[in-house]
C-alpha cells in the first residue's frame, strides 16, 4: 500500500523557516517524481515545486522560488521541502504528492497524496 | 502562466442524475489534463489523466474527455459519495496549473 506522510508544519512568524518532510512506502520512491502542493484554508490546490525521480532537477512555480528548496533522498525514501523567508500568504496545508507515471508529462499527475501538513504563519 | 477556468463554481445536482463538469484552458494544453475529487478534510483524489483515462479504482460512472482548451467530466450517475470539490489541473506548460475548483452539492 502506497504511503506519503508529511510531518514538519507548525506555527511559524513571518520570515522564519521551516523543514517538511514526506516519508514514503508501498512503492520504489526512487523511480518516481515528487511535488508538493499547497492548499491555503478554504482555497484551491496550488503546485509549488517538483523533483525528478534522481534529485537532480527541481522546478518551482513563481510564487516561491528563490524561497523554497525542494530536495529528497531515495536512500531514506524521504521527500523535503526548506522553507525559508515566510509570510501570511504561505499558510496553508503541504501535501506531497507522487507523480503518476514514470514518464513525462505524467510525471507532473499525481496518484498518490499525503494527508497533509499545516503550515501557519503569523506572529 | 496557464489559466485554469471551471465552471460552474458550484453544481447542485439530484442522486441519480448526471453531472457536467467544465474547466477551459487559457492555451494548449494538448491532452495533458487531469481531473481530481476532493472532500472535506481530504486530501485530492486522481480520477482522470490524459484527459479521459480513468486513474486505477476510479468507477465506470466517472468519464472525461476534450483537448487543446476545452474539457469536460461527466459523472453518469450521481452517488450519494460523489458530491465533493473536483479540481482539473494541466501539466502540458510550466508552471503546472489546477482551475478553482466546482463544487458539486446534493440538490
Known amino acids: 500500500e502506497v504511503q506519503l506522510l508529511e510531518s514538519g508544519g507548525g506555527l511559524v512568524q513571518p520570515g522564519g523557516s521551516l523543514r517538511l518532510s514526506c516519508a514514503a512506502s508501498?512503492?520504489?520512491?526512487?523511480?518516481?517524481?515528487m511535488s508538493w502542493v499547497r492548499q491555503a484554508p478554504g482555497k484551491g490546490l496550488e503546485w509549488i515545486s517538483i523533483?525528478?525521480?534522481?534529485?537532480?532537477?527541481?522546478y518551482y512555480a513563481d510564487s516561491v522560488r528563490g524561497r523554497f528548496t525542494i530536495s529528497r533522498d531515495n536512500s531514506k525514501n524521504t521527500l523535503f521541502l526548506q522553507l525559508n523567508t515566510l509570510s501570511a500568504e504561505d499558510t496553508a496545508i503541504y501535501f506531497c504528492a507522487k507523480g503518476n507515471l514514470v514518464e513525462i508529462p505524467n510525471t507532473r499527475n499525481f496518484d498518490y497524496w499525503g494527508q497533509g501538513t499545516l503550515v501557519t504563519v503569523s506572529s | 502562466e496557464t489559466v485554469m477556468t471551471q465552471s460552474p463554481a458550484t453544481l447542485s445536482v439530484s442522486p441519480g442524475e448526471r453531472a457536467t463538469l467544465s474547466c477551459r484552458a487559457s492555451q494548449s494544453v494538448s491532452s495533458n489534463l487531469a481531473w481530481y475529487q476532493q472532500k472535506p478534510g481530504q486530501a485530492p483524489r486522481l480520477l482522470i489523466y490524459g484527459a479521459s483515462t480513468r486513474a486505477t479504482g476510479i468507477p465506470a460512472r466517472f468519464s472525461a474527455s476534450g483537448s487543446a482548451t476545452e474539457f469536460t467530466l461527466t459523472i453518469s450517475s450521481l452517488q450519494s459519495e460523489d458530491f465533493a470539490v473536483y479540481y482539473c489541473q494541466q501539466y502540458n506548460n510550466w508552471p503546472v496549473t489546477f482551475g478553482q475548483g466546482t463544487r458539486l452539492e446534493i440538490k
Open positions: 523533483i525528478s525521480r534522481d534529485g537532480r532537477t527541481p
Open positions: 508501498g512503492f520504489t520512491f526512487s523511480n518516481y517524481a
